[in-house]
């Protein structure tokens, strides 16, 4: 089974993240990422929020940029990809978002997977001057815009939100075609996901959820569905109950699962990475 990690340290989620990831040093999280690189894991995430009002205390409020921090992951890893999860379309311009990651994945030798969403946090649309109203619509035009221009220096898009033509853009993204993985918690994301990308990473829903939301659909050859452990999973020491989550994940439809991993320092997170690819490698 393909298993990738949500980053440690870099989004700090109520109820899932671990105290240590508060006061880890930044060499910490570059021995986790090599760590994971050389275990063979499929990916490593950062999520982007810029600004979270305090108030609001559900959704965390540490959210590292993912531009500077999977930059960062790229210089300490090899091979594993690194995926946005996710950025949030509207507040940026498809060229922006394109100049941006595709001079990471020319500096990662390729390894870009673009988790892409359409945003529902309203307060920070607006402290933005972002629009909030309509974003799935031009969400829409955003990604295909992205797909005409990640992997061009010479992008052209005509599209109901986006027009461009005659700009240079270099560098662009080394793959032919990068990966976009749509997020969501909606069937509507799940077929925005069918109908113009390459994968599908939900989050907040149930394995009876969704799988009630693939059997609706008919998913094209290589659509990737992308599940998350939720809560943090302890395979050191709650092995059945690991098992029995990554195989529930798996039978509902999952091609890879982003795993959150339970820790109580840097050295037993590291521990628990060796515990969980021994586990995968035999589901």
């Known amino acids: 089974m393909r298993i990738g990690l949500s980053t440690p340290m870099?989004?700090?989620?109520?109820?899932?993240?671990?105290?240590?990831?508060?006061?880890?040093?930044?060499?910490?999280?570059?021995?986790?990422?090599?760590a994971a690189d050389e275990l063979g894991f499929d990916h490593l995430t950062c999520a982007e929020h810029i600004a979270i009002p305090v108030e609001n205390s559900e959704r965390g409020l540490t959210y590292w940029d993912p531009l500077s921090t999977l930059g960062f992951l790229a210089a300490h890893t090899t091979r594993i990809s690194l995926t946005t999860s996710v950025v949030v379309l509207g507040y940026h311009h498809p060229l922006e978002i394109a100049k941006r990651f595709g001079t990471l994945d020319k500096l990662s030798g390729g390894r870009l997977v673009l988790g892409v969403g359409v945003g529902?946090?309203?307060?920070?649309?607006?402290?933005?001057?972002?629009?909030?109203?309509?974003?799935?619509?031009?969400?829409?035009?955003?990604?295909?815009?992205?797909?005409?221009?990640?992997?061009?220096?010479?992008?052209?898009?005509?599209g109901s939100h986006y027009h461009f033509d005659g700009w240079a853009v270099e560098p662009c993204a080394v793959q032919p075609r990068v990966p976009i993985w749509v997020g969501g918690r909606t069937l509507r994301s799940l077929r925005r996901a069918v109908r113009l990308a390459d994968g599908w990473i939900p989050f907040g829903l149930s394995t009876s959820e969704i799988e009630a939301m693939l059997a609706g659909i008919d998913a094209p050859p290589g659509f990737e569905v992308v599940l998350s452990t939720g809560r943090a999973i302890d395979p050191?020491?709650?092995?059945?109950?690991?098992?029995?989550?990554?195989?529930?994940?798996?039978?509902?439809?999952?091609?890879?699962?982003?795993?959150?991993?339970?820790?109580?320092?840097?050295?037993h997170?590291?521990?628990?990475?060796?515990?969980?690819?021994?586990?995968a490698e035999e589901l």
Do not use: N
């Open 236 to 267: 050191i020491a709650d092995r059945d109950r690991t098992v029995k989550r990554l195989t529930a994940l798996r039978d509902a439809g999952a091609t890879a699962v982003t795993a959150s991993v339970a820790a109580d320092s840097p050295d």
């Open 10 to 34: 870099v989004m700090q989620l109520p109820g899932v993240s671990s105290e240590w990831e508060k006061v880890a040093e930044i060499a910490d999280l570059a021995r986790i990422a090599r």
């Open 269 to 279: 997170y590291c521990d628990q990475l060796a515990a969980l690819r021994e586990l």
């Open 120 to 158: 529902s946090l309203a307060e920070e649309f607006e402290l933005l001057g972002a629009t909030f109203d309509g974003r799935g619509e031009r969400a829409d035009d955003a990604i295909a815009a992205l797909r005409a221009s990640l992997s061009t220096t010479r992008p052209a898009y005509h």
